[in-house]
């Protein structure tokens, strides 16, 4: 191993540790136990305390029963609450005992996802599986930005959900002398952000598509796609994620065998 692929590996170690123990944080994606949808009855949803209901006009209301001990982003409540999720956006916590209920909206349709500590995928999480880092899988390539961003609707692993995005342009490279041409979002730190399925979809890596960051363009729009960072969505971990899939197009014609697999 020369110098060169000593640092690749290296920086990939440390780059996947961190993206390990934020996935298992105590309400991370692997604390998931539970998506209840909401309709504009109030209801009670397995276990969970209070009454819940879509109201409609945008909102979520809750009804917390007398002497019970709930928050709301880390505020105690009581009687009843209206929450207002934004479409698209992290959840509404609501707090009880370990577990936090994250209120979600996704389009017109309103949610909650249970987030418990002790979830037998976060309490056994042994780390995610991933193929072997290789240079090869670290292509020069170049961003060609839209004149201005397009709207972007795709489907979700949920049915009939949707998810809105902003598609700011294509990133271009070649894979074993292929060119391939993927459209672009906003990065979830900045730069750019790919999400892609490959001939590995659905059989060594997860069938919804894997996840990329790139970092910001070069001033003359070159980039660096390090596919060895291709990664899984949180759908890849548990059944009651609403992950997007991937825009119509964005489809490496080559099995990419370099970054995580499906996890166990």
């Not at 001990?69 to 707090?95: F, N």
């Amino acid at each position: 191993m020369t110098t060169t692929e000593d640092m690749l590996v290296a920086d990939w170690e440390a780059w996947h540790a961190v993206r390990e123990r934020w996935l298992a944080t105590p309400h991370g994606w692997l604390s998931l136990t539970g998506l209840h949808w909401l309709d504009d009855t109030a209801h009670t949803h397995g276990d969970l305390p209070g009454t819940w209901r879509a109201t409609g006009d945008g909102g979520v209301d809750l009804v917390v029963p007398e002497g019970e001990a709930m928050t709301v982003d880390g505020a105690s409540v009581s009687g009843k609450v209206r929450l207002e999720p934004v479409d698209g956006q992290p959840g509404i916590l609501v707090g009880t005992g370990e577990r936090r209920i994250e209120v979600i909206r996704r389009t017109d349709s309103y949610g909650l996802r249970v987030r418990d500590p002790q979830a037998p995928t976060r309490t056994a999480f042994a780390g995610v599986p991933h193929f072997d880092v290789e240079q090869r899988w670290v292509r020069p390539g170049r961003f060609e930005a839209y004149d201005e961003p397009r709207p972007l609707v795709v489907g979700a692993v949920v049915e009939g959900l949707t998810h809105r995005f902003e598609a700011l342009g294509e990133v271009v490279f070649d894979v074993d002398g292929v060119e391939q041409r993927l459209v672009a979002m906003p990065g979830q730190t900045g730069g750019l952000a790919v999400h892609f399925r490959d001939g590995s979809s659905g059989t060594t890596t997860y069938g919804g598509g894997r996840n990329l960051q790139i970092a910001d363009p070069a001033a003359d729009g070159s980039v660096t796609v390090d596919l060895n960072r291709a990664s899984n969505l949180p759908c890849a971990f548990t059944a009651y994620a609403t992950c997007p899939l991937p825009p119509e197009g964005n489809v490496v014609t080559v099995p990419v065998e370099a970054g995580e697999k499906t996890p166990a």
